[in-house]
């Protein structure tokens, strides 16, 4: 089997509502859809997500990397996966989302070869995983709203997002504690906004409301002061912006600056890699989870497959889908807890090209 064409198309999808962080915020989805063609008429699709303000990526710069490493690409065996994936990873510096969307391409294309779904390909038993519903940085009224909505439509688990200021940050999520009740997992991200004395304070004064985590409460560099916070409160440290690499995984294990570290395929370069991270985390005991960016059902369902397959991965956001105006993809589930894999060979997700065309802004295509 070779891969003989590649696809690759640049996608501009609005949002359901802008999505804000600390970081920015977004009206749209920008990334890009991958498909690897093969002589025996296998598919492989994937995706990349960039993020200026996490990866330094645009929808240019992954068009540009898929350019210069077709080489590497074009006329190989899919099944030399490994291989392929560590040559475009020597030849490219950086870019982790054109990696995974490559990455992510083979690896679909193998399972299919095997016609077996990829969790079961990498060594999974269950097509399900928990995941958390996020709320972004939006007024108390109406953030304290859409968490009624979101537990009334029957989710679980909240992922609030705070680190813009304090005093009202402190002030929304006890009005959320309160508003859901006990029974309601919430989690907390400060996408790194705060300082270490501010984000001590914040931890300290709600403690009492049974926060599961906080995700990188101050600038990813900091380590020293992410240890700082961490020894200063009992909610649990999770490192998110800091790590990308295994490399990055393994230093914060030794500086003890986080309880757990969350693993994001578009920041790790891919499967593989993700897969790197979450065994060397659970060789040092360290906890997981794996999170995503403003993505379709095809990486996230890349990521769901990761997370059934990875002992350390405890805890996911893989609801990056839910918050596009449409989906140009199809086949994975969510029943308000938990995000479910349909039993299909690969991904299991299948492209609407009616839907797809809509949004595309910019496409190439290299053959051997």
């Known amino acids: 089997m070779r891969i003989t064409r590649i696809e690759a198309k640049a ?28 002589d025996e008429g296998i598919v492989g699709i994937g995706e990349g997500a960039p993020s200026v303000r996490i990866t330094g990526e645009t929808v240019e710069t992954i068009l540009g990397v898929i ?38 391409a083979i690896f679909d294309i193998v399972a299919k070869k095997y016609g077996v779904p990829l969790y079961r390909f990498l060594g999974g038993s269950k097509n399900s995983f928990e995941t958390s519903v996020t709320i972004g940085i939006m007024p108390k009224e109406k953030a304290v709203y859409k968490a009624q909505k979101l537990v009334e439509q029957g989710v679980r688990i909240l992922k609030i997002k705070i680190g813009t200021d304090p005093v009202k940050d402190v002030e929304l999520l006890r009005s959320i504690r309160q508003l859901v009740g006990d029974d309601i997992r919430v989690r907390i991200d400060a996408n790194q906004g705060y300082t270490v004395k501010q984000a001590i304070r914040v931890l300290r004064s709600i403690e009492n409301l049974e926060i599961e985590f906080c995700e990188q409460p101050v600038h990813w560099r900091d380590l020293d002061g992410m240890q700082e916070v961490k020894k200063h409160t009992e909610i649990p440290i999770m490192a998110d912006e800091s790590v990308h690499s295994p490399r990055d995984a393994i230093e914060i294990i030794k500086r003890d600056a986080a309880d757990m570290i969350n693993i994001k395929i578009m920041k790790a370069g891919g499967i593989l890699n993700a897969i ?60 308000g807890l938990r995000n479910i894999l349909p039993i299909r060979p690969g991904l299991g997700v299948e492209i609407n090209e009616g839907i797809l065309s809509k949004y595309v802004v910019a496409s190439v295509g290299f053959e051997e």
């Open 67 to 104: 350019s210069r490493v077709k080489g590497l690409i074009l006329g190989r065996d899919p099944l030399e996966f490994r291989e392929i994936i560590e040559a475009i990873d020597r030849a490219i510096l950086g870019n982790p989302a054109a990696k995974a969307a490559l990455d992510i």
């Open 11 to 38: 996608v501009r999808i609005p949002l359901v509502e802008e999505f804000r962080t600390s970081l920015g915020g977004s009206v749209y989805h920008e990334g890009i859809i991958v498909k690897l063609y093969t």
């Open 276 to 335: 790197r991270i979450a065994d060397i985390c659970n060789a040092y005991g360290m906890r997981c989870q794996i999170g995503c960016m403003s993505e379709t059902q095809i990486s996230i369902a890349a990521g769901v497959s990761v997370a059934v397959v990875a002992r350390s991965i405890e805890f996911s956001d893989l609801d990056g889908y839910l918050m596009l105006r449409e989906n140009i993809a199809s086949g994975l589930k969510f029943d």
